[in-house]
């Protein structure tokens, strides 16, 4: 063999080695196997922990997770509280761990929990990357101490009762008032640090009535006090309504064309159930919006006078009406009406009969022009059919001011005022909020005397 030949097979040998090399360093750098990413651990810088629950940890890592340890440590000694060897292929593994019985001081509050982690890559020599984390754990097995300070003796279906109370965690994390229909009512801070005020309300589609205090702290410890309500019930008309023809095709019509005209093509009646149906639905929805807002800042008291929005208003119809129509004595559909009309002249001026702020004045479908005002402590009164606005939304009214004029706008077929009031966005009866006596019994002299409970 030639020299020049031996040399180039040395060069080409040589070549081919270093190809290699670097197609095993390409291959290392950006392989899945080498990935250098350390594992993920999902975890908070501190963690309130009431030891009946096992404390969720969970680690990640794209390689997968080699092994992973987690120990507890009491400022002397360190408990290892899981320690584990994965084989299987696991992108994520959940811990659950639990608090050692025995080995760490029991009557230590603060702990300093540690993750090791180690993932399946073959970066680091075959060693794996590694992550580790520590966080605070404070050990809260404490409930939040609930007490009812005051509330009210009864509530009737439909309407309204008021509850005191006292509520104290280092670490509370929520705050309401649970009922059996699925409404939580929130409270707000009343009077003193420490110390919730609240009303809660029955509506007159639920048959029966119960509520809790539900207090939750960060280490999930949670206590429920019963309100203890004397139960009223009350029953609300039901009628039957003809529809006429008359009706269909002026008033309901006209509704379709101003506030719903792609819905111009329905025939009559389909009309009528959009109207009573899908228009009241979103209607009513808006007005749950802005009556549903409650303060969050500490309130020294509460107090309004009975309402009277309509002067020498005669009552033409009730609140909780159930309302079943007909066509042709057929059923077509039905509706609950949510407040009280009332009727005097045309286009009577109607007041607030106290402070507010203005929430909402603009045309609302079935209630046509539409004014709501906000009373603190989630208190509302709504004012229908106006046929002009005295104010505009943003403005803060006066008791005594006059705020519109009733007429005809929305679903009204004589010139009327639909009023009503709403508490934490469910719809109430007025009258209640309109009696002196109700009012006393049922929220000023609960406030009152809770007041002096405080202060004792
Ligand atoms: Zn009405």
Redesign the pocket.
Known sequence: MKRESKSAVAAWILGFILVTLLGGIVYIFTSNSFEREVPEIAFPKEIEWNLKEPLKIQVADESGIRFVEVSLFDGEKSVVLESKEITAMQQIVDLNVTFPKAGLNPTQKVFELSIKVVDKSKWNFFAGNSAYAKTVIKVDTKRPEVTIVNNSYKITKGGVATVVFRAYDEAMKSLYIETNFGKKFYPTPFYKEGYYISFVAWPTTVENFSASIVATDRAGNISRSHIAYFLQDKKYKTSTIALSDRFLEGKITDLISEMAPAQSSLLALEKFKYVNEEMRKGNEEAILKVTSNIPTDLIKGFYLKPFYPLRNGQVV?SFGDHRFYEYNKQPVSQSF?L?L?FASNAQASMQTSNDGVVVFARENGIYGNNIIISHGLGVYSLY?HCSSYMIKEGDVVKAGESIAKTGVTGLALGDHL?FGMYVQGVDVRPEEWMDEVWLKESIFSIIDAAKKMIDR
Do not use: N
Request: hydrophobic share 15%; glycine share 34%; charged share 15%.
């Open positions: 119809a009406h407040g009309d229908g639909h």
